[in-house]
Structure formats: structure tokens, C-alpha cells
């Protein structure tokens, strides 16, 4: 199986550090090229599912602009310009909920969009999390903190109370590394 | 907790069906605006994962523009202007495997980006698959048709070999939903 080839890109809409979109010309495996496949390019992210020392998960109770009410979500942010995603993730745990974890695991490193690119998600598992400090973020977004037990977190996630597809794969992965070990 | 309320939407790149991006005015809770919110529209989609009647997980291992290498993937689609998210369901599966299914279950709605849109991701576990013709898909894409036990497609989630976001978490809350029968 061969890869599609980029031969040029050029930018079609500069908007700000949140959304630029380009226009690539391909060249498929067998010598065909398409001339104007939109490639999207938005910020890469990390999510988060943090896990106190006594199995609570700490997830938030938010709104956001694209989803409708409000969901459960798992710590998450925007990776800095440079930034290391695990730094990423646990500045945005700390700044969050004030916790800091002894033990990180990555839960891979994901495309977004598998024709448009989008952006990376890297997401991460944080066990033994403890209270630290006062959380710090400045979100625009009303949040609510919260601590569940890991049944309440299987039902919410089945009941599709994580509404943002990041978030959900992110409980979900966190979920079946646990009940692994 | 208060939503996000748009005041106004404005096009401000048409590219094409699968590709307009919008700049929203928004009004915060508080009645600050924020003028210039960027919105991307890409077409929904569904993800499928397929388990036959003998247990056995149908992915792909194919090549997508927006992947670096291979990947494992789920069966999967556009959604048709007007068409029903199960009905593209079984429509991919049938296209794309040869296959039909018996018992479908929903595995939720998500949207994929909580701050841009981009997309809402429909994602389905189809159970008793078997085949009944012969595959039509025509996508662009190489693709090979694979049937895995469940270990192997738990160890190649763990190990980040379904490389894009919506086809991790089909998997991850596949694994979930059968674990939990």
C-alpha cells in the first residue's frame, strides 16, 4: 500500500493561530492527482483523565460552544507552540483541577481527521492525582468540578455524557487500561 | 450553567460539500461578544465495528491521506444529505465488507470538535455480521479487509495502531459495550 503524495500546498484562508485551511495537490499511488483537497489545521490537544490515589475520576461538568447543554469532559487544552504534549497535559491538570498525578500513560496520539487533518489529539492517563493547588484556569467556559467512581464514569460514558468525540475516546481508552491491569 | 448563544454566522470560505468554514459573532453569559469565532463545517460521518457471528472483527488495514503509514481501521462513511446515521451505517457495511448485520447498537453521537464543529461522528456495533455479496466500495483509498480476534484488536488499540480519532474510540467503546454483556 502506497501513501498519497502531496506535490504543492498553498493557504486558502488564514483566520488566526486557531484555523488555517489549505488547498493540497495529491498524486495518488497510481499517477492520478486531485488538484484542491482542503486540508484543515487547527491546534493540536491533549485530554486527560486523571485518577485520584482513592479510583475517583476527575471530570468536569461544562458547556462548550459546539456542544449542545451541557457534558462531562475530562481535563484538556490547547498544546502550547513547541511545547511537549505531556508537559501540555500536565500543565492543563494542574491549571485545572490543582492536582498533580505520580504516574503518566500515554493513550496514544490520534488524527483527528483521517481526510482533513484537523489537528493531533495526544491523549493521557494520570494516576495517584492529588490536590496541590488552587486551580488556575481561565477558561471562558463555566466548569464545575467533579469526582466519580469508576462505575458512575462506565454509565455516563455509555450514556453518551461525554458528547465531544475526544473526550469520549479518551474515558474510553482510560477505562480499558485500567481494567487491565 | 449557560450556553454559548450565536448572534450571527457569516460564510467566510465556501470550498466545497465537504468543506465551509463559518465566523460566528458569539454572546457570552456574561454579554461579552466575541466577534470573530471560527466554525467548520465537514459532512457526518458514521464508524462501524463489525464482529461476525464466530466473534471476529472486521477492520481494514488501509491508507488514508491524513495518516502517516497504514492503519487499522472500522468500516466507515459519509453520511448522504438527508440520510438517516443507522441507514448509513448498514449502507458502509454493506458497500465496503460484502457484509449485513443482525443486531445494531448505537454507540453514540459526538461531535468531533467541542470549540470548531468540523463534524458529527455517529458510531455503531453491528453484531451477527455475515456475508451476503460481494464489497462495492470504490473508495479512493487501498484497503484490505481483515478478520481479528478480539485479543488482537485489543492489543493493536493499546498499542495506537488505529491511527485516527473517530476509529479509536468506535473501537474502544466496542470493547467496552461487549465487555459489558
Not at 126 to 137: C, I, K, N, R, S
Request: one cysteine or more; a negative charge.
Amino acid at each position: 500500500m502506497q501513501p498519497w503524495k502531496t506535490v504543492s500546498r498553498k493557504t486558502i484562508l488564514n483566520h488566526s493561530k486557531y484555523l488555517v485551511v489549505e488547498s493540497h495537490t495529491i498524486q495518488l499511488p497510481d499517477g492520478r492527482v486531485l488538484p484542491d483537497w482542503p486540508w484543515v489545521i487547527t491546534p493540536d490537544f491533549v485530554n486527560v483523565v486523571a485518577i485520584t490515589r482513592d479510583e475517583q475520576y476527575l471530570v468536569f461538568r461544562q458547556t462548550k460552544y459546539g456542544i449542545e447543554g451541557t457534558s462531562l469532559a475530562p481535563v484538556g487544552g490547547y498544546i502550547e507552540p513547541g511545547e511537549d504534549p505531556l508537559a501540555a497535559a500536565q500543565r492543563e491538570l494542574l491549571e485545572e483541577t490543582g492536582h498533580e498525578a505520580s504516574d503518566w500513560i500515554s493513550l496514544g496520539e490520534y488524527q483527528v481527521g483521517g481526510n482533513r487533518g484537523i489537528a493531533r489529539a495526544h491523549l493521557f492517563l494520570a494516576l495517584g492525582a492529588q490536590e496541590t493547588a488552587a486551580p488556575t484556569a481561565d477558561d471562558l467556559e463555566d466548569q464545575q468540578l467533579l469526582s466519580l467512581g469508576r462505575p458512575r464514569v462506565e454509565a455516563a460514558l455509555a450514556a453518551g455524557e461525554f458528547k465531544c468525540l475526544p473526550w469520549a475516546t479518551a474515558v474510553a481508552l482510560a477505562l480499558l487500561a485500567k481494567s487491565g491491569n
